[in-house]
């Protein structure tokens, strides 16, 4: 309760620290601090290198602990159109324990350059589990290439509606027309599919399972075949895997291999919650 006190009690400081890091400080150094504190528990000590915006989601945010971290990439981004501000996305590859081990585990996070220096944005908890297992953003297609996205279809058991979203990025200057879409119809129904992509679109495909099975992370397939106004032929396989519980969903929960394949569809599994040690993390 006493972290708990302090830590909200942080909010309130409008990000003025004596030991906040310098806005001459490079991102990479500001990073490793971040992380540092994370890795060693420290939460008080990392709210200082989170946006003021933040805060709250930073504080209300529980992760299972991680025995070290590397950065992986640091990719500029668009700078506010509000007032300029640069933006990082950082990816960092952490090694988080779970009940069956230590396994690696990407986080991305977006940083931005304030006036105080660089800050990191910390979205909401709830949608940040959300998108553990439910994604349905397209990608922009590619000049000159007709493909499909992502390159694995993942329905996961977590989701309530059990669909999954491929994308058929038609980058060339023709239409492109579906002409078959081959899967197993004993599991899945299709439920989405354009009949026509134009030259720069993007058509949606979606699949639900309606299978039983309950067996996790199966595997089946998908066959799309289309064609141009001037006859091209594509075909494209692409591997379907359902009932789906990720790495990242059984982290999360605290499930073992074993936890995780014992659940029984619409069973309700809560995310487990730590009480805060003395550093508040």
């Given at each position: 309760m006493i972290a708990a006190i302090g830590l909200t009690a942080l909010?309130?400081?409008?990000?003025?620290?004596?030991?906040?890091?310098?806005?001459?400080?490079?991102l990479q150094t500001v990073i490793e601090s971040y992380w540092d504190h994370l890795q060693h528990r420290r939460?008080?000590?990392?709210?200082?290198?989170?946006?003021?915006?933040?805060?709250?989601?930073?504080?209300?945010?529980?992760?299972p602990p991680f025995l070290s971290w590397k950065l992986i990439e640091l990719q500029e981004r668009p700078s506010s159109k509000v007032d300029?501000?640069?933006?990082?996305?950082?990816?960092?590859?952490?090694?988080r324990i779970v009940q069956d081990g230590v396994y690696p585990w990407k986080v991305r996070e977006e940083w931005v350059r304030t006036e105080e220096g660089w800050k990191v944005e910390i979205g909401d908890a709830i949608s940040a589990r959300k998108n553990l297992w439910t994604s349905d953003k397209p990608v922009e297609p590619r000049n000159g290439v007709v493909d499909v996205g992502p390159e694995v279809l993942r329905l996961h058991f977590f989701s309530g509606?059990?669909?999954?979203?491929?994308?058929?990025?038609?980058?060339?200057?023709?239409?492109?027309?579906?002409?078959?879409?081959?899967?197993?119809?004993?599991?899945?129904?299709?439920?989405e599919s354009p009949e026509k992509v134009p030259s720069g679109g993007v058509g949606k495909i979606r699949l639900r399972y309606v299978g039983t099975e309950k067996a996790k992370n199966l595997k089946s397939g998908l066959v799309i075949q289309a064609k141009t106004d001037s006859g091209a032929a594509h075909t494209f396989s692409v591997p379907v895997r359902y009932n789906v519980i990720s790495r990242a969903a059984m982290g999360l929960l605290r499930l073992s291999a074993e936890d995780a394949q014992a659940l029984e569809r619409?069973?309700?599994?809560?995310?487990p919650r730590r009480k805060p040690n003395p550093e508040g993390y």
């Open positions: 909010l309130g400081l409008q990000g003025i620290s004596a030991s906040a890091p310098e806005k001459t400080e490079r939460k008080l000590m990392a709210l200082e290198y989170v946006e003021l915006e933040s805060r709250q989601n930073f504080v209300r945010r529980q992760e300029g501000s640069r933006r990082m996305l950082v990816t960092v590859e952490v090694r509606s059990q669909t999954g979203s491929l994308w058929l990025r038609n980058g060339s200057r023709e239409t492109v027309q579906i002409t078959s879409l081959i899967y197993d119809a004993r599991l899945f129904e299709l439920l619409g069973q309700t599994v809560a995310v």
